[in-house]
Structures are given as structure tokens and as C-alpha cells.
């Protein structure tokens, strides 16, 4: 693997090369600096004697090792990193005094932890789930952390009910079974008695709860936040990330299958496009409304279980990310980082979302158990690339030498500093927002539309996207074991539309509904992923492959595909070099034992003159797989005829090596990436 090309250094980068540690090379020393002449053998009394306790190396490096584990995070444990920056295209200055924000051109560090929710830290990665997208800009003016996920809206509408939600969705506690999976009675029993999730729900049993890759997902900061401009003029704002490779999602089955042949095939994808140089980009978009324009819409725009239409609230793209580094050392950074919604600079606030409200409490609590205490600001990983300074003092493993007698205001010691400054000098100042009303434990009547964005969601969706949702909630509610959770999941989503309760209730031995269903045609195209960007860039290939191979032609193939930015890699029987027909060799990658067809986008299929038995049948197990899967499949000289054994060499995406130009042929079927239309079953 190449190594990724020298990138921008940052303020952020230079500030963690000072912690940056190579030990390599180096003498081996306690922690205290002192050198060891031994480290294999702990202190005895007598070669077959006890171990002695003023063993301060072994006690040191014993004690070290058990204390290396952190609590993993509540939610959200199972997550990947990496470094980047963040360009704005134009200033936004009529909208923000947000500094990022406000000037063409600059450029911001940022820091992206992407993860499931539900799972545990070792959990596997392509379970339906929603996938966190956390974003930590190191600006000039502090921390900004847009802490978001891959889908624009949540279960809940107020945060008082975010440890319920979170306890119906985790392994069930009497046996600690499903790992990673809402596929489980206790969730669906949450569903049923709190018909708010309906929404959430319905992007969960869609194709965007399996994503492709960490690369080809969208990002959304989910709740109505606030801009405010130098005059104090507020405006309300959500924000949505966009990959400029579009948003791309596995098959159930391959996902469930992807989850035993590579459990990290999220994480080792963003790693591997990395280190190779393909960055990952993400256009920042912003839709924003008037305060006074806030009571115009059919929904409450304070209510986290709704989206804005981007046909009604248009979309502007106001910058774009890349993230070209990965982290040195997954613990000191991704393990480490803290998010917090409530990180947050000069010129963007809040709105009061009640699920919005509740999360400036949780994250910085969190934060005091899993890292252990008041001080993780302090952390390489966590500091901002401003200066800070303040009188808050001591803790656990603090990092920070405060010099002087006093740390306390006011103080004419220090002639009253460190001090808050004036709005104009950059000083943070809350948004004077008009408050009145009653103190009350309640849920705005605003908020009690459950279905009708449901239903535009299922609205917007194409056939295969429609089919996909109902075999989800078949899976779903079919490992259900209680039939009167089956039952009411049928009912409550009737309120979605009743073709799709009644497809759902025939799989699910519930007595399908006859009335009932929504009044609701309204239509958003942008939900559909399959209005997205498609490209052949970064897929990747599988190439099966064997001596005697017609290498004249062949590697011209793979050369182009690699100009166009297709990956791929050589399987064959065994591992080694592979020599064509003319002499050329090729790499093996990996074998039919150490791949698998569902780790591919793509299957070129070549094989050679003389293969064997066992490199037929592989070769014919990932062309069907492949093909099962609706992906491409590309085939020429021997491999053509295993097409043929299959009979499907005139279905869609099946390129073989009648045509002309083939290598254009099957580029173009891989940048269609799935081919729905085609027969599979
Ligand atoms: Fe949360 C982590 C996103 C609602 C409480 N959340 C966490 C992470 C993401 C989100 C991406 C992982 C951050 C990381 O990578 O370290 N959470 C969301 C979104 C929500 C949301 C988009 C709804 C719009 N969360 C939410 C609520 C609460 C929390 C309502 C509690 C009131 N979330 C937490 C947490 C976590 C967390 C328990 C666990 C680890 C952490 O914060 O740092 O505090």
C-alpha cells in the first residue's frame, strides 16, 4: 500500500506533533525514566523460587496493563476516526459572526469520528443501525462540534426519554442478546408505546441504516440550531453533510454476511482510501429560516423527529471537508475525543429542541465517567488550537501548570484576569431569545404528527428502496418473538401507508389490515438514494484470476480501470505471483480462503486456460453472490464461459466479453453500482 501523500500541515497537526511519541529504535525505561537491564524475567527469590514484591518493574508494568481500559462509551462505542479540514467556499457573514465561517477560502481543522449506535466497542460494523457523524472543528474562536448522524432525524422528541430509547435498543438485560441489532422484542416494544419513533423508524428499515461505507453516507446535525450575525440577528439553521460520492448502501443480506467475513469493513475501508490518497469530501450544506418564518411550516421546527424538505427549504453548500490523515494511535485520539453539542463559538446557539436541550447536559457528564474526571479538555486529542484560560483548577490527571497564588475573580492580584470580554472583542454572548410561559412538564401539540413525514418518506422512496423497507421490518418484527408486538408494529405503521403494513403483515403471521393507511402524497426526491451521485471512483473490483491468464489484454483492463479510480484486487487459489500467457505477472491479493464476494462492489471474472475444480466452484460461488446482490459483473476470456454455466449472461450488469469495448462497458455498470432490475430469485 502506498503511503498517503504529505497533506496540509495545520494549527491542529503541529499542536499534536508535540505528544507524538516514537519509541523505536529507543532503551527500555520504567516509567520513571530509569533503564532496565531485563524485561523478560520478573524478580525471584531462587530461579524456581516466588516473585519478589519489590518487583517495581513488574508492579509498574503489571499495573499499567490492568488499568488500560476505559468505560466505552454508552452509545456511539463502536466508532472510527480521522483528521481533515474543512474549506468555506463563500463568507457567511450575513448569517454568522462564526469566524470558520465568515471568510472565502479559510480552512479549518477538523476531527471525525464516525460510529453504530448500539453496538458494543468489538461489535461488528455493517448492522442496520444509524451511523454517528461527529465533526470537531479546531477553530480560531474554540471548539466546534457539530455532533450528528447519518440520518436527519431522531427516535425522540424530548431527551428525558433517551435512556428508555437506549435500554429498549441495547442487548436485552436478562440475557445480553441481540449484540448491535434493533432487531429484538424490547425495541419494538419501545416502538409501539412511543409512536414518535414512526419516522426514525422507517429510515432505520431503509437502506440508509446499511451503509455502503463511512465515505458514501450523509451527515446531519438533526435538530433546528441557531446562526446569529454581527447585528444579533438570529436565524435558524440545520446543517447536513453531503459526500460528493454520493450515498450508498449494502444489500441486508451481504451487510449480515460482510459482518462475519470482516466485522471492521467500515473502519479498514475509511483507513485503506486513506492511506491510499483517495479522501473522503463532504460539501456542508445549510437550510435556513427567517425567525419570523418559524410557525410557516406543517411542522414544528423545534421537533427532532422532523425533517426540513430540501424542496421547501432549499439547501445552500457552504464549504466542503476532506479527511486525509489517519490518527497515530486510535486511543489517545478516536477512543479519547469528547463531542459535545454544546461546544459551540461566536455565532451559532441553540434553539430550544427539547432533545437538543437534554444532550447539553449528557455529553459533558459522560464525558467525567468514561475519562475519568473534570480535565479531558486537556487531552492532546481535545484542546483547542486557541489559547484557554480560566480559573477552574486541579482534578484528576491534570496536565496544566497554573502559576501563581490566585484562581478566583475578582482579584486585583491579577487586576481581575483572566476576564470575559465584550461581544466585539469575540466574547461568547446567548442569544436573547424572548422567553415566557409556564413551568410544565409537557409536549407541545405541535410536536403530536407522528406519520405524515413517515409517509412522505415512504412516498419518496423508488420500488426497490419500498421493497427493501418491507423485508427489513419482515426481518425486524420477525425476530420478534411476542405476536402482540407484531401485532401493533402492524398497526402503528398502517398509519405509514397500508400496502406496506399489509406486505409486512403477510410475512410476519400477523392477519394483514384491510383500512386504514395515509392521506398524505406529499413527496421529497432528495430522500431517495437513488437520486444520488454515482461513480465508478473507489469501488472496488474483485479480479478472479489464474496462471496462463491472456495478460496482453487483461492488464490493459485493469490498467484502465485504475485510471478511472476503480480499485481492485487479484484473487486466485493460492497466494504468490501469477504469470500470463505472455510472461506478465500479477500480484495475488488474496485467496478464495482470506476474501469473499461480499467484500467486493464489483466481480471481473478471467480465471485461465487450466484452472481447477476448486478455483470453478469458488469462482462460480462469487459470481452468484455477486450476482444475487445485483452487482456488477464483468467477465472475459475463460471466465466468460462460467456466465454462460450460470445463465445469466444477458441480465443486467452483466458485462461480458461480447462487447466491444468491454472495459467501458463494465465501468460504466459498476458506477450504476446495484442493477435492481435485475431477476434474482
Ligand atoms: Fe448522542 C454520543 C449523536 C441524541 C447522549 N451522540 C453520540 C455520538 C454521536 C451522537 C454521533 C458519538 C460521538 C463520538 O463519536 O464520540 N445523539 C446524537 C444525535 C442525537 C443524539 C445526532 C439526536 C439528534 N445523545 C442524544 C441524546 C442524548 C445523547 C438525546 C442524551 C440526552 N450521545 C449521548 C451520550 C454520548 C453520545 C451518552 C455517548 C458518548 C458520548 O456522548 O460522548 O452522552
Redesign the pocket.
Given at each position: 500500500m502506498t503511503k498517503q501523500p504529505e497533506v496540509n500541515k495545520n494549527s491542529k497537526d503541529e499542536q499534536l506533533e508535540q505528544y507524538r511519541v516514537d519509541d523505536s529504535g529507543k532503551s527500555l525505561t520504567t516509567n520513571q525514566g530509569l533503564k532496565m537491564a531485563e524485561d523478560e524475567f520478573s524478580l525471584k527469590a531462587g530461579e524456581r523460587g516466588p516473585t519478589l514484591l519489590e518487583d517495581f518493574h513488574f508492579r509498574e508494568k503489571m499495573t499499567h496493563f490492568d488499568h488500560e481500559r476505559i468505560p466505552e462509551?454508552?452509545?456511539?462505542a463502536r466508532?472510527y476516526a480521522a483528521h481533515g479540514v474543512f474549506e468555506t467556499y463563500d463568507s457567511l457573514e450575513h448569517l454568522t459572526k462564526a469566524k470558520f465561517l465568515s471568510e472565502k477560502g479559510k480552512k479549518t481543522p477538523v476531527f471525525v469520528?464516525f460510529?453504530t449506535v448500539a453496538g458494543s466497542k468489538g461489535s461488528a460494523e455493517t448492522v442496520r443501525d444509524l451511523r454517528?457523524?461527529?465533526t470537531k472543528f479546531y477553530t480560531e474562536e474554540g471548539n466546534y462540534d457539530l455532533?450528528?448522524?447519518n440520518v436527519p432525524v431522531?427516535f425522540i422528541q424530548d431527551?428525558i426519554k433517551?435512556p428508555d430509547f437506549v435500554h429498549a435498543v441495547k442487548p436485552e438485560p436478562h440475557n445480553e442478546m441481540p449484540q448491535a441489532a434493533s432487531a429484538h422484542d424490547t425495541l419494538w416494544d419501545f416502538v409501539i408505546n412511543n409512536q414518535e419513533t414512526a419516522h426514525t423508524m422507517m429510515w432505520l428499515m431503509s437502506d440508509r441504516a446499511i451503509p455502503r461505507s463511512f465515505r458514501m453516507m450523509d451527515g446531519f446535525g438533526?435538530?433546528a440550531f441557531r446562526f446569529i450575525n454581527a447585528e444579533g440577528k438570529s436565524h435558524f439553521v440545520k446543517f447536513s453533510w453531503k459526500s460528493t460520492l454520493g450515498t450508498h448502501s449494502l444489500v441486508w443480506d451481504e451487510a449480515q454476511k460482510i459482518s462475519g467475513k470482516d466485522p471492521d469493513f467500515n473502519r479498514r475501508d475509511l483507513y485503506d482510501s486513506i492511506e491510499q490518497g483517495d479522501f473522503p469530501e463532504w460539501e456542508l450544506g445549510v437550510q435556513i429560516v427567517a425567525e419570523e418564518d418559524e410557525y410557516k411550516f406543517d411542522f414544528d421546527l423545534l421537533d427532532?423527529t422532523k425533517l426540513w424538505p430540501q424542496e421547501e427549504i432549499p439547501m445552500q453548500m457552504v464549504g466542503k471537508m476532506t479527511l486525509n490523515r489517519n490518527v497515530d494511535n486510535v486511543f489517545a485520539e478516536t477512543e479519547q475525543?469528547?463531542?459535545h453539542p454544546g461546544h459551540v463559538v461566536p455565532g451559532i446557539d441553540f434553539s430550544n429542541d427539547p432533545?437538543l436541550q437534554?444532550?447539553l447536559f449528557?455529553?459533558t457528564d459522560?464525558?467525567l465517567l468514561r475519562l475519568n474526571g473534570p480535565n479531558f479538555h486537556e487531552l492532546p486529542i481535545n484542546r483547542p488550537v486557541c489559547p484557554f484560560h480560566n480559573n477552574q483548577r486541579d482534578g484528576f490527571g491534570r496536565q496544566s501548570i497554573n502559576k501563581g497564588r490566585v484562581a478566583y475573580q475578582k482579584s486585583s492580584f491579577t487586576n481581575n484576569t483572566p476576564a470575559p470580554v465584550s461581544e466585539a472583542e469575540g466574547g461568547y454572548s446567548h442569544y436573547q431569545e424572548k422567553m415566557e410561559g409556564r413551568k410544565v412538564r409537557a409536549r407541545s401539540e405541535s410536536f403530536k404528527d407522528h406519520f405524515s413525514q413517515a409517509t412522505m418518506f415512504w412516498n419518496s422512496m423508488t420500488e426497490p428502496e419500498r421493497k427493501h423497507i418491507i423485508e427489513a421490518f419482515s426481518f425486524e418484527l420477525g425476530k420478534c418473538q411476542e405476536i402482540w408486538i407484531r401485532e401493533g408494529a402492524i398497526e402503528m405503521f398502517t398509519n405509514v401507508n397500508l400496502e406496506m403494513a399489509q406486505a409486512i403483515a403477510k410475512n410476519i403471521g400477523v392477519t394483514p389490515p384491510t383500512t386504514g393507511g395515509s392521506a398524505v402524497t406529499k413527496v421529497s426526491p432528495a430522500l431517495s438514494i437513488d437520486n444520488t451521485i454515482k461513480s465508478a471512483a473507489t469501488r472496488k473490483v474483485g479480479v478472479l484470476i489464474d496462471t496462463g491468464f491472456n495478460d496482453a489484454e487483461v492488464l490493459k483492463i485493469l490498467e484502465k480501470l485504475k485510471t478511472e479510480g476503480v480499485q481492485y484486487e487479484v484473487v486466485s487459489e493460492m497466494q504468490g505471483k501469477l504469470e500470463g500467457s505472455s510472461g506478465k505477472k500479477l500480484e495475488v491479493d488474496h485467496t478464495f480462503t482470506t476474501t469473499d464476494p461480499v467484500l467486493y462492489d464489483a466481480i471481473y471474472a478471467v480465471g485461465g486456460p487450466d484452472v481447477s475444480k476448486k478455483f470453478a466452484k469458488e469462482a462460480a460461488r462469487f459470481i452468484g453472490e455477486a450476482f444475487d446482490h445485483y452487482k456488477p459483473i464483468g467477465a472475459t476470456h475463460d471466465g466468460q464461459k462460467w456466465l454462460e454455466t450460470a445463465g445469466i449472461e444477458s441480465q443486467p450488469g452483466i458485462i461480458g466479453s461480447n462487447h466491444a469495448d468491454f472495459a467501458t462497458a463494465f465501468i460504466k455498470a459498476i458506477a450504476a453500482h446495484r442493477h435492481w432490475d435485475r431477476q434474482v430469485e
Amino acid at each position: 500500500m502506498t503511503k498517503q501523500p504529505e497533506v496540509n500541515k495545520n494549527s491542529k497537526d503541529e499542536q499534536l506533533e508535540q505528544y507524538r511519541v516514537d519509541d523505536s529504535g529507543k532503551s527500555l525505561t520504567t516509567n520513571q525514566g530509569l533503564k532496565m537491564a531485563e524485561d523478560e524475567f520478573s524478580l525471584k527469590a531462587g530461579e524456581r523460587g516466588p516473585t519478589l514484591l519489590e518487583d517495581f518493574h513488574f508492579r509498574e508494568k503489571m499495573t499499567h496493563f490492568d488499568h488500560e481500559r476505559i468505560p466505552e462509551r454508552v452509545v456511539h462505542a463502536r466508532g472510527y476516526a480521522a483528521h481533515g479540514v474543512f474549506e468555506t467556499y463563500d463568507s457567511l457573514e450575513h448569517l454568522t459572526k462564526a469566524k470558520f465561517l465568515s471568510e472565502k477560502g479559510k480552512k479549518t481543522p477538523v476531527f471525525v469520528r464516525f460510529s453504530t449506535v448500539a453496538g458494543s466497542k468489538g461489535s461488528a460494523e455493517t448492522v442496520r443501525d444509524l451511523r454517528g457523524f461527529a465533526t470537531k472543528f479546531y477553530t480560531e474562536e474554540g471548539n466546534y462540534d457539530l455532533v450528528g448522524n447519518n440520518v436527519p432525524v431522531f427516535f425522540i422528541q424530548d431527551a428525558i426519554k433517551f435512556p428508555d430509547f437506549v435500554h429498549a435498543v441495547k442487548p436485552e438485560p436478562h440475557n445480553e442478546m441481540p449484540q448491535a441489532a434493533s432487531a429484538h422484542d424490547t425495541l419494538w416494544d419501545f416502538v409501539i408505546n412511543n409512536q414518535e419513533t414512526a419516522h426514525t423508524m422507517m429510515w432505520l428499515m431503509s437502506d440508509r441504516a446499511i451503509p455502503r461505507s463511512f465515505r458514501m453516507m450523509d451527515g446531519f446535525g438533526v435538530h433546528a440550531f441557531r446562526f446569529i450575525n454581527a447585528e444579533g440577528k438570529s436565524h435558524f439553521v440545520k446543517f447536513s453533510w453531503k459526500s460528493t460520492l454520493g450515498t450508498h448502501s449494502l444489500v441486508w443480506d451481504e451487510a449480515q454476511k460482510i459482518s462475519g467475513k470482516d466485522p471492521d469493513f467500515n473502519r479498514r475501508d475509511l483507513y485503506d482510501s486513506i492511506e491510499q490518497g483517495d479522501f473522503p469530501e463532504w460539501e456542508l450544506g445549510v437550510q435556513i429560516v427567517a425567525e419570523e418564518d418559524e410557525y410557516k411550516f406543517d411542522f414544528d421546527l423545534l421537533d427532532a423527529t422532523k425533517l426540513w424538505p430540501q424542496e421547501e427549504i432549499p439547501m445552500q453548500m457552504v464549504g466542503k471537508m476532506t479527511l486525509n490523515r489517519n490518527v497515530d494511535n486510535v486511543f489517545a485520539e478516536t477512543e479519547q475525543v469528547a463531542f459535545h453539542p454544546g461546544h459551540v463559538v461566536p455565532g451559532i446557539d441553540f434553539s430550544n429542541d427539547p432533545l437538543l436541550q437534554g444532550r447539553l447536559f449528557s455529553y459533558t457528564d459522560t464525558q467525567l465517567l468514561r475519562l475519568n474526571g473534570p480535565n479531558f479538555h486537556e487531552l492532546p486529542i481535545n484542546r483547542p488550537v486557541c489559547p484557554f484560560h480560566n480559573n477552574q483548577r486541579d482534578g484528576f490527571g491534570r496536565q496544566s501548570i497554573n502559576k501563581g497564588r490566585v484562581a478566583y475573580q475578582k482579584s486585583s492580584f491579577t487586576n481581575n484576569t483572566p476576564a470575559p470580554v465584550s461581544e466585539a472583542e469575540g466574547g461568547y454572548s446567548h442569544y436573547q431569545e424572548k422567553m415566557e410561559g409556564r413551568k410544565v412538564r409537557a409536549r407541545s401539540e405541535s410536536f403530536k404528527d407522528h406519520f405524515s413525514q413517515a409517509t412522505m418518506f415512504w412516498n419518496s422512496m423508488t420500488e426497490p428502496e419500498r421493497k427493501h423497507i418491507i423485508e427489513a421490518f419482515s426481518f425486524e418484527l420477525g425476530k420478534c418473538q411476542e405476536i402482540w408486538i407484531r401485532e401493533g408494529a402492524i398497526e402503528m405503521f398502517t398509519n405509514v401507508n397500508l400496502e406496506m403494513a399489509q406486505a409486512i403483515a403477510k410475512n410476519i403471521g400477523v392477519t394483514p389490515p384491510t383500512t386504514g393507511g395515509s392521506a398524505v402524497t406529499k413527496v421529497s426526491p432528495a430522500l431517495s438514494i437513488d437520486n444520488t451521485i454515482k461513480s465508478a471512483a473507489t469501488r472496488k473490483v474483485g479480479v478472479l484470476i489464474d496462471t496462463g491468464f491472456n495478460d496482453a489484454e487483461v492488464l490493459k483492463i485493469l490498467e484502465k480501470l485504475k485510471t478511472e479510480g476503480v480499485q481492485y484486487e487479484v484473487v486466485s487459489e493460492m497466494q504468490g505471483k501469477l504469470e500470463g500467457s505472455s510472461g506478465k505477472k500479477l500480484e495475488v491479493d488474496h485467496t478464495f480462503t482470506t476474501t469473499d464476494p461480499v467484500l467486493y462492489d464489483a466481480i471481473y471474472a478471467v480465471g485461465g486456460p487450466d484452472v481447477s475444480k476448486k478455483f470453478a466452484k469458488e469462482a462460480a460461488r462469487f459470481i452468484g453472490e455477486a450476482f444475487d446482490h445485483y452487482k456488477p459483473i464483468g467477465a472475459t476470456h475463460d471466465g466468460q464461459k462460467w456466465l454462460e454455466t450460470a445463465g445469466i449472461e444477458s441480465q443486467p450488469g452483466i458485462i461480458g466479453s461480447n462487447h466491444a469495448d468491454f472495459a467501458t462497458a463494465f465501468i460504466k455498470a459498476i458506477a450504476a453500482h446495484r442493477h435492481w432490475d435485475r431477476q434474482v430469485e
